[in-house]
């Protein structure tokens, strides 16, 4: 099945920074690829998603681009905010037989912004 | 929007008790419904895939008969902890997307369920 690493597992950082968080996968398969940003105790709320079509794209402070030679994405956050604080999880996701499409998550990134 | 609702909350109950939890999607229909099970500051683990009328498909490793899912209807599935003991606490979030391949999952706000 799918293998999802991600990281740093821990990112601190200054406001007004710059966070990137990097994950690769393992099958080739895999096509589309969404991050979630989860607060804690909250719902994991996507944040921004990337299809294997496309190399990068980008939403105001947020871009995630994707390399599918190397099978490695990331995820840039410029000028960061302290309320960007949160656990980020990557994902990969690929048909998995019949009907059933699923995601493979990452192990997530706690960001951390110092005011 | 894509609203998608999980109730309850939270639960606290007795070893041996069933607990039975809801995922709803609210303002669109889901074909396909998802539920993980996350530990603390651990990763969202897939535990089955749910669609509309027919039988969940659950990942290896996690049991059928302990996990009963129901998918009857467009926007309800549920996910029935059978003989709840303390290893199955956990936070058990739901996710529902639309019919087209591949699209976002969106997340209920979970169920913390603590088997006393």
Redesign the interface.
Known sequence: GENVEQHPSTLSVQEGDSAVIKCTYSDSAS??F?W?KQEL??????II?I?SNVGEKKDQRIAVTLNKTAKHFSLHITETQPEDSAVY?CAA?M??GG??????????TLLTVNP | GAVVSQHPSWVICKSGTSVKIECRSLDFQA??M?WYRQFP??????MA?S?EGSKA?YEQGVEKDKFLINHASLTLSTLTVTSAHPEDSSFY?CSA?KHT??Q???????TRLSIL
């Open positions: 096509n589309y969404p979630y105790g909250k719902r994991p709320q996507l998603d299809r999880f996701g048909n998995s009907s059933n499409y699923k995601l493979t998550f990452g192990k997530g | 074909t396909t998802f500051k651990q990763s969202l683990m897939l895939t669609n498909t979030i997307r391949n591949p976002p999952q969106h997340f209920g706000d979970g």
